[in-house]
């Protein structure tokens, strides 16, 4: 079992940037593939970056390549999802997930957090 905890979440203008983080506790973190994934009100959820065990490798879908950025602490435990040149269709709740898949790209994640608002005002 894994727990995640999100943080970081908060409200910015557009053109901003944010930080998020996402603490994990219980079996080896660094044996997971760790992703994030967003929701906006009304829509599905969508994949938004993931990163490989080792740091090595990285996933982005083209609406955020570019401006975000996805890295892993693996001594803290902590994966972090840098936000830069943020726009309002950016806004949703961010979550972070974790997979037993050993590469990228993970078909499915086992593991997810509770979930961190991001609000980009116009």
């Known amino acids: 079992q894994v727990q995640l905890v999100e943080s970081g979440g908060g409200l910015v203008q557009a053109g901003g940037s944010l930080r998020l983080s996402c603490a994990a506790s219980g079996r080896t973190f660094s044996s997971y593939v760790m992703g994030w994934f967003r929701q906006a009100p009304g829509k599905e959820r969508e994949f938004v970056a993931a990163?490989?065990?080792?740091?090595?490798?990285?996933d982005y879908p083209d609406s955020v390549k570019g401006r975000f950025t996805i890295s892993r602490n693996n001594a803290k435990n902590t994966v972090y999802l840098q936000m830069n040149s943020l726009k309002p269709e950016d806004t949703a709740v961010y979550y972070c997930?974790?997979?037993?898949?050993?590469?990228?790209?993970?078909?499915?994640?086992?593991?997810w957090g509770q979930g961190t608002q991001v609000t980009v005002s116009s």
């Open positions: 990163i490989s065990w080792s740091g090595g490798s990285t």
């Open positions: 997930a974790a997979s037993d898949w050993p590469r990228l790209p993970a078909p499915s994640y086992d593991y």
